[in-house]
């Protein structure tokens, strides 16, 4: 079992850049996918972008893609999510969530999850 926790959220001006950690304990992380999702008030979670287990199959939503990008060092069993050009709507609570298996954009197919990071974005 992998335990996850996420870091580098906070809040930051229309324009701004942020890069959540995504840090795993317990098992080595190169043995999941994982995926970042986003939750903002009153609304569903989303997806945001995903990796494989290598790194070298990655999907990031429409809504980011060209401003957010996804990356993963497995010899810190660390993912990254780079977040620049930040926008209001941006605004959730980030989490990443780790599955044993190949990259998928669902939740549900994600079987253990990080306590979120809160990313705040002004006007």
């Known amino acids: 079992q992998v335990q996850l926790v996420e870091s580098g959220g906070g809040l930051v001006q229309t324009g701004g850049s942020l890069r959540l950690s995504c840090a795993a304990s317990?098992?080595?992380?190169?043995?999941?996918?994982v995926g970042w999702f986003r939750q903002a008030p009153g609304k569903e979670r989303e997806v945001v972008a995903a990796?494989?287990?290598?790194?070298?199959?990655?999907y990031h939503a429409d809504s980011v893609k060209g401003r957010f990008t996804i990356s993963r060092e497995n010899r810190k069993n660390t993912v990254y999510l780079q977040m620049n050009n930040l926008k209001p709507l941006d605004t959730a609570v980030y989490y990443c969530?780790?599955?044993?298996?190949?990259?998928?954009?669902?939740?549900?197919?994600?079987?253990?999850w990080g306590q979120g990071t809160q990313v705040t974005v002004s006007s």
């Open positions: 317990g098992r080595t992380l190169s043995s999941y996918a």
């Open positions: 969530a780790a599955r044993d298996g190949n990259l998928e954009y669902a939740d549900v197919e994600y079987e253990y």
């Open positions: 990796i494989g287990r290598s790194g070298s199959l990655k």
